[in-house]
Nanobody, 113 residues
């Protein structure tokens, strides 16, 4: 069973920034697709980065977030800038290898004054 562990959520004021981290087990991290969905209340893709480096973002991101990965550390990152109250949600990291998807425990992001 793959382990996906995320961290970095919290409370931030509107216009602020947060960086989420997600580490995943496995000996082939460099080929895994990594990313985040968020839930509040529906689920939507925030960002993903393929093993080959291709990146995708949800339409609502509009240049505010950047996803990256450090294969040497088995970790993906989501830098979130210009956060707004509508970004408040539980963010779930995933690791995808072929048709197998493993999920992190979720981290709460709250944007509020």
């Amino acid at each position: 069973q793959a382990q996906v562990v995320e961290s970095g959520g919290g409370l931030v004021q509107p216009g602020g920034s947060l960086r989420l981290s997600c580490s995943a087990s496995g000996s082939r991290f460099s080929v895994y697709d990594m990313g985040w969905y968020r839930q509040a209340p529906g689920r939507e893709l925030v960002a993903s980065i393929w093993g080959a480096g291709r990146k995708e973002y949800g339409d609502f991101v509009k240049g505010r977030f950047t996803i990256s990965r450090d294969n040497a550390k088995n970790t993906a990152y989501l830098q979130m800038n210009s956060l707004q109250p509508e970004d408040t949600a539980v963010y779930y990291c995933f690791r995808r290898y072929g048709s197998v998807v493993s999920w992190g425990q979720g981290t709460q992001v709250t944007v509020s004054a």
